[in-house]
């Protein structure tokens, strides 16, 4: 049997509202050191992992390890009016079929079983080699970022020297160009200031629809770390919790000028086979 709780349901909700915007269908993995999932977007261009330690909830139980195939739109949909003071409960039979999902606010209980569905687990090994420059921002800072670049084009051009970063964007009419100093002191609804960790100057571009995409994870986290090399697919953390229980981390395979602008599969760029 497995089950756990959360003492905000409105936390649940952010996770899946984080991870959804990837996939629609994804496979969780839970064993009695916590949740676990992996997952790739329908183009095969970023990948999404998520972990979630048992400590993290407020109970905890899992008798053996179990893989979750999920409809995240369905569970979207029975989430959406959750507040921040209800609770949820997730629970599944060793040899059952459905999910069970029980919210309870102060005055009544609710109880949804959810079809389980059969997926195909693929496990990627992640590259995980130290990157060229760690940056690390408000995650409402660089969502905000992302929403200002958006309308302007495709790719989102990233220059990052030890003083900064900028982020560009030049579309067919118009571009734009948005710069952060590490020596200037963040605005009060920034929060953290920005920090890089440099081992030599690095200029690369993204898919800026699927950055923009990633910021969903916002609320989870203060902050973001985006972890950059000009050979291997971007990170993009976010930490949940404060005490290093979780996390969800996007991978993003850089965008390379040829004849046409071409975004490389993230099982191409993402994946390193001599990894275990």
Same mark, same amino acid.
């Given at each position: 049997m497995f089950e756990l709780r959360f003492e905000a349901a409105s936390l649940l909700k952010q996770i899946i509202d984080a991870i959804k915007e990837l996939t629609d269908q994804c496979t969780i993995e839970v064993s009695s050191t916590g949740l676990a999932l992996q997952a790739m977007?329908?183009?095969?261009?970023?990948?999404?992992?998520?972990?979630?330690?048992a400590e993290f909830f407020a109970s905890y139980r899992c008798d053996r390890t179990l893989n979750l195939g999920l409809n995240l739109k369905v569970l979207n949909k029975l989430l959406k009016t959750v507040s921040n003071t209800d609770k949820a409960t997730l629970r599944a039979?060793?040899?059952?079929?459905?999910?069970?999902?029980?919210?309870?606010?102060?005055?009544? @209980?609710?109880?949804? !079983?959810?079809?389980?569905?059969?997926? %195909?687990?693929?496990?990627?090994? #992640?590259?995980?080699? +130290? /990157?060229?420059?760690?940056?690390?921002?408000?995650?409402?800072?660089f969502k905000q970022i992302c929403a200002?670049?958006?309308?302007?084009?495709?790719?989102?051009?990233?220059?990052?020297?030890?003083?900064?970063?900028?982020?560009?964007?030049?579309?067919?009419?118009?571009?734009?160009?948005? @710069?952060?100093?590490? !020596?200037?002191?963040?605005?009060?609804? %920034?929060?953290?200031?920005?920090? #890089?960790?440099?081992? +030599? /100057?690095?200029?690369?571009?993204?898919?800026?629809?699927?950055l923009s995409q990633f910021t969903k994870a916002t609320p989870l986290s203060p902050t973001v770390e985006l972890r950059v090399s000009s050979d291997q697919p971007l990170c993009v953390s976010y930490e949940i919790g404060t005490d290093g229980h979780g996390s969800i981390q996007y991978y993003l395979a850089p965008k390379i000028e040829d004849e046409e602008t071409v975004e490389p599969t993230a099982t191409s760029a993402v994946v390193d086979d001599d990894d275990e």
């Open positions: 977007d329908s183009s095969h261009v970023s990948l999404i992992t998520f972990k979630l330690k039979e060793d040899d059952g079929d459905q999910l069970k999902l029980i919210i309870e606010s102060p005055r009544r @209980t609710t109880t949804f !079983d959810v079809k389980l569905i059969d997926l %195909e687990a693929e496990v990627l090994n #992640i590259n995980t080699s +130290e /990157p060229k420059a760690t940056i690390k921002m408000a995650s409402a800072e200002d670049l958006l309308p302007l084009g495709d790719t989102l051009v990233m220059e990052i020297t030890k003083d900064g970063i900028s982020f560009s964007v030049t579309g067919s009419d118009t571009s734009g160009t948005v @710069t952060v100093r590490t !020596d200037a002191e963040p605005a009060e609804d %920034e929060g953290a200031r920005t920090e #890089i960790q440099l081992q +030599e /100057p690095l200029t690369i571009s993204f898919a800026l629809r699927l």
